[in-house]
């Protein structure tokens, strides 16, 4: 491995998950910002948007040829869903060796890319230079029912609740806080892209109510899940420890986990292991922050992986309770 620094451009970098984005290149020791694309900030100074970068670098509109113009190493796209197939055919056309994170759900269908959820799916990552960054629901149902994937008796129900950041900076119902306040809005209560996405990486039906909170970042997900054979708590504990020992960004805790710990933070807490009587039906509880994990943070591990750096260079760490 040398020293080699990379260069990287973010498309979409008004919106609140490019901001992480920044926060976190700028902390980065071989990764440097080379252009940040914002139609709406267009001529705008990062630093005065963005505490943590310091530099003359200025938000451009850039069009997806420019983009490709630029000659960045990498690229991330945060736009919204839709978006990014103007990007990729100018890069594929340009500069095919620049690795590409995508953060829609654009192409997490497409088998032609690295599906990019490094806990479960780091073995499968062959060089791809075309990644597509998981869902924040996703990641944290994926990383909540995989331990008890080959034990399921039945589709995995998941009650989900997200702050309003989830919603995006496009004014809606979902991030209006006047409409938000004192309530619980559901939304979407069938056939959810995440719920696709989740059914087809894990291979079976999963079930998936998510909800808007007036809380601004950070996911609660309640998981009901039936087993072919009765587990207790103890046994249902050690197989996720044992599942994601190792894993830094992965903690598992005794009690249900609580989003306002979650808000802030780079990984993902499993906790509150209940079984029903009987044994043979378990709550679980994962917490995440849309914003990082299931966005951000992750897409800077399939980075890292893709340039041949350390996954988790310039990723905060810390403690975690898998012992």
Same mark, same amino acid.
């Given at each position: 491995?040398?020293?080699?620094k990379?260069?990287l451009? $973010?498309?979409g970098a008004?919106?609140?998950?490019g901001?992480?984005?920044?926060r976190l290149i700028?902390?980065?020791p071989r990764?440097?910002?080379l ?10 100074? %990062?630093?005065?948007?963005?505490r ?7 938000y451009e ?5 420019a983009?490709?113009a ?8 945060a736009?919204p869903n839709g978006?990014a197939?103007?990007f990729v ?8 060796d620049?690795?590409i994170v995508d953060?829609s759900a654009?192409y ?6 690295y599906?990019g959820?490094p806990?479960l ?9 075309r $990644?597509?960054?998981p869902g924040?629901?996703?990641?944290g ?10 034990q ?6 998941c009650f989900g %609740?997200?702050g309003?950041?989830g919603?995006g900076?496009?004014?809606?119902d ?5 409409l938000?306040?004192?309530n619980?809005m559901?939304y979407?209560?069938t056939?959810?892209v995440h ?5 087809t990486r894990?291979g079976?039906? %999963?079930?998936?109510?998510?909800h808007v909170a ?9 998981v009901?899940l039936w087993l072919?054979q009765?587990?207790?708590r103890?046994e249902l504990?050690?197989l ?9 960004l ?9 989003v306002s710990r $979650?808000?802030g933070?780079h990984?993902?807490?499993i906790?509150?292991?209940t079984?029903?009587p009987?044994?043979?039906?378990v709550?679980?509880v994962?917490t995440i ?5 299931g966005a951000?943070?992750?897409a ?5 992986l893709a340039?041949g ?5 310039? %990723? ?8």
């Amino acid at each position: 491995m040398t020293d080699r620094k990379f260069s990287l451009g $973010i498309v979409g970098a008004r919106g609140h998950t490019g901001a992480e984005l920044i926060r976190l290149i700028a902390a980065h020791p071989r990764i440097e910002l080379l252009f940040v694309s914002s139609r709406e900030l267009d001529g705008q100074r %990062v630093a005065e948007h963005n505490r943590a970068y310091e530099g003359e670098l200025r938000y451009e509109s850039l069009d997806p040829q420019a983009v490709a113009a630029k000659g960045a190493d990498a690229v991330i796209l945060a736009l919204p869903n839709g978006k990014a197939g103007a990007f990729v055919a100018a890069l594929d056309a340009a500069r095919p060796d620049t690795v590409i994170v995508d953060l829609s759900a654009d192409y997490r269908f497409d088998t032609g890319w690295y599906y990019g959820l490094p806990e479960l799916t780091r073995g499968d990552y062959a060089g791809q230079t075309r $990644i597509s960054n998981p869902g924040c629901y996703a990641t944290g149902m994926q990383l909540a029912i995989t331990p008890l994937l080959s034990q399921l008796a039945g589709p995995p129900a998941c009650f989900g %609740v997200s702050g309003y950041s989830g919603a995006g900076t496009t004014p809606s119902d979902k991030n209006n806080t006047e409409l938000l306040r004192d309530n619980l809005m559901p939304y979407a209560l069938t056939n959810h892209v995440h719920e696709r996405e989740v059914s087809t990486r894990l291979g079976v039906p %999963v079930e998936f109510m998510p909800h808007v909170a007036p809380h601004f970042r950070g996911i609660t997900l309640t998981v009901n899940l039936w087993l072919q054979q009765p587990l207790t708590r103890e046994e249902l504990m050690t197989l996720y420890r044992q599942r994601y020992a190792g894993e830094p960004l992965v903690e598992v805790v005794d009690e249900a986990p609580w989003v306002s710990r $979650i808000a802030g933070r780079h990984g993902v807490q499993i906790g509150g292991f209940t079984p029903a009587p009987g044994n043979k039906r378990v709550v679980v509880v994962a917490t995440i922050d849309n914003l990082l994990k299931g966005a951000a943070t992750q897409a800077l591990q399939n980075l890292n992986l893709a340039l041949g750096l350390p996954e988790l260079t310039a %990723v905060p760490l810390e403690e975690n309770d898998n012992g």
